[in-house]
């Protein structure tokens, strides 16, 4: 007869073989994803996905507007820039080769106003004294010539410049008994 410990054992082990089977259907599904945690984890992918489109296509869109308006503003600022370098440099500024064309086209008023100009922004140009003298000297003024040609000959005390300066002298002294 068999021992009432032995039905226990019989039964027994294919309860453990059940309960052995049933652990490892339990590891195997650990590993296995089911079809709710797969739908999770691509809707969380196409969430992202989602959020990369809109992000790249308000990208575009603020570049789109951005680069056309930068470059309209740095248009607009080269358009300023020129206008103001235009405004800045006057169309005719009179020069030394003007003064001197006047006096020889008898224009001594003319001549003279642009010298004492020129004069004027550069007082320690014994050049500039000296051509203004001639022009007075020219226009008849010997007076100012005598100031201008002295003034020169002190800048620049030159043989040249003192024998300018006693012509004019002797001139004056010539015309005022």
């Not at 994803?33 to 296509?57: F, G, H, N, P």
């Not at 470059?71 to 820039?81: A, E, T």
């Not at 235009?86 to 008898?106: A, C, F, I, K, M």
């Amino acid at each position: 007869m068999q021992k009432p410990s032995d039905p226990q054992t019989t039964l027994s082990k294919p309860a453990a073989t059940l309960a052995a089977a049933s652990d490892l259907a339990d590891s195997q599904r650990d590993p296995r994803v089911t079809t709710d945690d797969l739908l999770a984890e691509l809707r969380k992918i196409s969430a992202w996905a989602d959020l990369q489109r809109k992000l790249t296509k308000w990208l575009l869109i603020f570049l789109a507007i951005l680069v056309p308006v930068v470059i309209g503003i740095f248009m607009l600022m080269d358009r300023d820039l020129k206008s103001n370098d235009d405004s800045t440099v006057p169309s005719h500024q009179p020069d030394w080769y003007e003064v001197d064309r006047n006096v020889r086209l008898g224009d001594f008023e003319k001549a003279i106003a642009m010298g004492e100009q020129l004069v004027l922004k550069t007082p320690q140009y014994f050049e500039a004294h000296e051509r203004l003298a001639k022009a007075y000297l020219a226009g008849g003024n010997l007076d100012k010539a005598k100031e201008h040609f002295a003034e020169a000959f002190r800048l620049f005390p030159s043989e040249e410049n003192e024998k300018l300066l006693n012509a004019i002298e002797k001139r004056i002294k010539a015309d005022r008994p």
